[in-house]
């Protein structure tokens, strides 16, 4: 596959631009891989990338039942930052947001990495308390966040009131090299250094069995006909309790959908990430001038990708004491996607009932982040059946009540 590069551009604009080829093969199965992905979402196609970059582990397929990134990976607000609670996630969290730094060397495409630095309101008593315990824990864990005052919140986000009667600033928890990418460009890009490795990402191809021998598996029935393979890795966010079932067993996890909505376009405002969760609102600046909003997740399980009106109302509501000028902005459009969501509000990365079956899901509301993180430990633990950043987040930590409790980093309300 041709680089990407200043050079490329220029030659490409000399000849009207006619050279440029696919970003990724279009490709039909083959009648067996080692490895078959499910799931063409960011996480899907990472553990694919790693798997050949890491592993030599080449022969593999991604199977998407619709369009990349067409799931949670294109609909999210695309915040990264790895300010957990707790030691395992804080480690996979931020190997995660290591890898956003170079992602764009690596994959020569540009994912527009934009470290412009989170906040984490807070806005009660508990939460200062809550976010110092953060702050301290992130300094022993090597993650750099800092807890910051009200009036260097203030420095840092002019537009915000930070004396709201019911809810003023008192504080926030910082992480600097935070921020957000593109986050289509983050599936394309992995999709075509995976396809550059000979791996076949295969759309409109939906799985729709499990075939296992002797506890097994040994291939899928798809869209596309069946495919045979050695192992076998579900990657489907909101789906994954029903693609577990077509596995033959079942998973402690809700499905549930997660609102966004942008305003109009207008001048650069705010040049940082702010998260306010205890009022359930979330807000950013698109590259175009969109102010990208966010809420809580709807408060029953489902599986409807789209928005719906109240939560524009409850989302700018909850936001406008805090930025006023939210009250003068039309709002342009709206969406949703269906976030698979575990008790402890921790991912699974882990082995499953089945041989040779490996599962990644349970990010929730805030799996965009832990994208290039997760692909990298997931894809170490089917190349090698275990590995460090995944040992703790597998399913038996359900049974054996070794939960890692993260409700309060996840920060959004669910
Ligand atoms: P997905 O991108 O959903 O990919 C799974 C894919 O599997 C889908 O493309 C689906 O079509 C496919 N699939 C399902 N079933 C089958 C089948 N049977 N056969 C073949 N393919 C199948 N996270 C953050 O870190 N920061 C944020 O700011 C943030 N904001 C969010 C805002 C919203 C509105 C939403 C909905 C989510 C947000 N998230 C955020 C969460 C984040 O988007 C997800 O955790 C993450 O994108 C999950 O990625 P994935 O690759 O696992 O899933
Ligand atoms: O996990 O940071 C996050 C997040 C922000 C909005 C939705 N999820």
């Known amino acids: 596959m041709k680089r990407y590069s200043v050079f490329a551009v220029a030659r490409e604009a000399a000849r009207y631009h006619t050279g440029w080829e696919r970003a990724w093969r279009k ?7 080692d490895v078959i992905i499910i799931g063409g979402g960011g996480h899907g196609l990472a553990t694919a990338y790693h798997l050949g970059k890491r592993f030599g582990i080449k022969n593999v397929a991604i199977l998407e039942k619709g369009w990349l990134g067409g799931g949670n990976t294109g609909r999210n607000t695309t915040i990264i930052r790895s300010n957990y609670l707790q030691d395992p996630s804080a480690a996979l969290y931020e190997k995660s947001r290591s890898l956003y730094e ?31 315990r953060t702050a301290h824990a992130n300094a ?18 002019p537009i915000m009131n930070i004396a709201g009667p019911r809810y003023p600033v008192l504080g926030g928890l910082w992480q600097a090299r935070g921020g957000t990418a593109r986050h289509d460009a983050v599936a394309w890009g992995y999709a075509r250094a995976c396809s550059d490795m000979g791996m076949d990402v295969i759309q409109q191809c939906e799985v729709t069995a499990v075939r296992r021998e002797g506890g097994k598996v040994v291939g899928v029935d798809t869209t596309k006909g069946a495919i045979d393979c050695d192992k076998l890795g579900i990657v489907v966010a909101g789906n994954s309790g029903h693609v577990a079932g077509l596995a033959g067993f079942r998973l402690p996890i809700e499905s549930v959908a997660l609102q966004a909505l942008v305003s109009e376009p207008i001048k650069p405002c705010m040049d940082v990430v702010v998260m306010a969760n205890t009022v359930h609102g979330y807000l950013s600046q698109s590259d175009k001038g969109e102010m990208v909003i966010g809420g809580g997740t709807d408060g029953y399980n489902n599986y409807t990708q789209r928005g ?52 990644n899901c349970g990010w929730g509301t805030g799996g965009f982040k832990a994208t290039p993180g997760s692909g990298w430990a997931m894809a170490e633990l089917i190349a090698k059946g275990h590995g460090p950043l995944t040992d703790a987040f597998g399913l038996e930590r359900f049974r054996e009540g070794r939960f890692i409790d993260e409700s309060v980093a996840a920060g959004v309300a669910h």
């Open 140 to 157: 022993l864990q090597g993650v750099k966040t800092e807890w910051i005052s009200p009036t260097r919140v203030k420095d840092l986000v």
């Open 308 to 359: 719906s009106f109240h939560h524009i109302e409850e989302t700018v509501r909850a936001l406008i004491e805090t930025f006023p000028m939210l009250s003068r902005l039309k709002m342009l459009r709206q969406w949703g996607g269906i976030v698979d969501v575990t008790g402890d509000r921790s991912p699974i990365l882990s082995k499953t009932p089945v041989e040779n079956v490996f599962i």
């Open 102 to 132: 170079t992602m764009s060397q690596d994959l020569n495409y540009n994912v527009m990495f934009s470290p412009r630095g989170v906040i984490m309101l807070a806005q009660t008593h508990h939460e200062v308390r809550g976010y110092q």
């Open 27 to 33: 490709a039909e199965p083959k009648k067996k891989y």
